[in-house]
């Protein structure tokens, strides 16, 4: 069974104040693997949390940290195919990280995730 894990919309940059578009770019990224893996409201806490790999490497990365408390951020660190692990991002209340790598030799080989207070909520999903 095949699972495909996509990312489409718009980024568009504008001038609050002219009004006027600088960039504006169409996401249309796919990746198709055999197994997936997800998370929804999953609470973290302050020490490291071991995500499972649905397999490694895992080419389709979502995380977004669920919280809506000014200071609780959640910390991603990963090991890239044949890497060393180190910390990719530090997210804070509202953001996320999307990562997609169309090469099913290349991805990430291992993931956890920290967050700065207890019970801190995310959701996240995984495919490869």
Known sequence: ????ASVTGNIKITDNLTGSTSLSKVLNNAYTGTVENYGQSVLIGTSPVTIALPVS????LYVKNLSTTLGNTVTVTWTPTSGSS???????PGA???FSEVTTTNGISALSITAS???????????G
Do not use: G
């Open 1 to 4: 069974m095949a699972v495909t």
């Open 117 to 127: 207070a207890v019970a801190t909520p995310i959701e996240y999903i995984l495919c």
């Open 96 to 98: 996320l990280l999307i």
């Open 86 to 92: 180190n910390v990719v991002v530090t997210l804070d």
């Open 57 to 60: 490497p895992a080419q389709f």
